[in-house]
């Protein structure tokens, strides 16, 4: 079965560190891959994507995620965390097929601590 | 950037009534669109999938019956929550998606409370 796994329920950092939240998925073929973030009662909001091409995607507030093919990882990275990042993180796969929908994974609480 | 809303954003209502969630893309047309439920601090599960002018594709263990889905316009769908009960209070977040799109947008979410 098809699958993306977050291994960790909360992440916690100090402000000013750097953060990483993981991402592991099971899915035939290439994937696209995508990260998105919620904050409380509120929809979620896109951070990056990767489609193709170079393995290390840049996207909003400052965040990164490197591809692996190999280890078939998607982790979600930023250099210095800031408090306003707390919230909680979605690693999402959409199988390379048209029509299909968003695999979540079931979400990583990051809290920074200043 | 494309934006999608949800109304209404939170409803209460009592159990045995049917609630009615719309979900409109305001700035692009959407082939297709996504109804998710969310639980307290899980994940985003997918209820169904619906392309414009077409029979929504229902997750297994979805009631079709229960949760009425209709995608008329290329700009909107609503979800109704037919004969509501305590356990269907949720957070329910649609998704849209254009033609040929990778990605797809999320409106804010309906927090539904049924009594």
């Known amino acids: 079965a098809q699958s993306v796994a977050q291994p960790e329920d909360q992440v916690n950092v100090a402000e000013g560190n750097p953060l990483t939240v993981k991402c592991t998925y099971s899915?035939?073929?290439?994937?696209?891959l995508f990260w998105y973030v919620q904050y409380p009662n509120r929809g979620l909001q896109f951070l990056l994507k990767?489609?193709?091409?170079?393995?290390l995607v840049k996207g909003s507030y400052g965040f990164e995620a490197e591809f692996n093919k190999s280890q078939t990882s998607f982790h979600l990275k930023k250099p210095s965390a800031l408090v306003s990042d707390s919230a909680l993180y979605f690693c999402a796969v959409r199988p390379n097929q048209a029509g299909t929908a968003l695999i979540f994974g079931k979400g990583t609480t990051l809290s920074v601590s200043s | 950037g494309a934006v999608v809303s949800q109304h209404p954003s939170w409803v209460i209502c009592k159990s045995g009534t049917s609630v009615k969630i719309e979900c409109r893309s305001l700035d692009f047309q959407a082939t297709t669109m996504f109804w998710y439920r969310q639980f307290p601090k899980q994940s985003l599960m997918l209820m169904a999938t619906s392309n414009e002018g077409s029979k929504a594709t229902y997750e297994q263990g979805v009631e079709k019956d229960k949760f009425l889905i209709n995608h008329a316009s290329l700009t909107l769908s609503t979800l109704t929550v037919t004969s509501a009960h305590p356990e269907d209070s949720s957070f329910y977040i649609c998704?849209?998606?254009?033609?040929?799109?990778?990605?797809?947008?999320f409106g804010p979410g309906t927090r539904l409370t049924v009594l």
């Open positions: 990767y489609i193709t091409g170079d393995n």
């Open positions: 998704s849209a998606r254009a033609r040929g799109a990778n990605e797809q947008f």
């Open positions: 899915v035939s073929g290439n994937p696209y």
